[in-house]
Nanobody, 115 residues
Framework: QVQLVESGGGLVQPGGSLRLSCAAS????????MGWYRQAPGKQRELVAT???????YYADSVKGRFTISRDHAKNTVYLQMNSLKPEDTAVYYC?????????WGQGTQVTVSS
């Protein structure tokens, strides 16, 4: 089992920045990827960014150049630095941790971009 605790969401003006954090505990030795998804009202959950155990990353086209995903192995934490935020980034953001044979989701954190 893996337990996840997310933090860092909130309200920010367009053009602003936020950093999300997701701390993992439990059976963490088998993690091979950590990532972030988001779900806006009335829309499907979509992949935002992923970082793999080897260090490679993936970003959705909509966030490339604005968001940065990183992982602190010592703290078993994944971060999502979000810059130049736009109103269309408004969503509930979920952390996902992938281990062999299972996926674990965080509880979600609300990000609202509005003036």
């Amino acid at each position: 089992q893996v337990q996840l605790v997310e933090s860092g969401g909130g309200l920010v003006q367009p053009g602003g920045s936020l950093r999300l954090s997701c701390a993992a505990s439990g059976s963490i030795l088998s993690i091979y990827a950590m990532g972030w998804y988001r779900q806006a009202p009335g829309k499907q959950r979509e992949l935002v960014a992923t970082v793999y155990s080897g260090g490679s990353t993936y970003y959705a086209d909509s966030v490339k150049g604005r968001f940065t995903i990183s992982r602190d192995h010592a703290k078993n934490t994944v971060y999502l630095q979000m810059n130049s935020l736009k109103p269309e980034d408004t969503a509930v953001y979920y952390c996902l941790v992938k281990v062999v044979g299972a996926d674990y989701w965080g509880q979600g954190t609300q990000v609202t971009v509005s003036s």
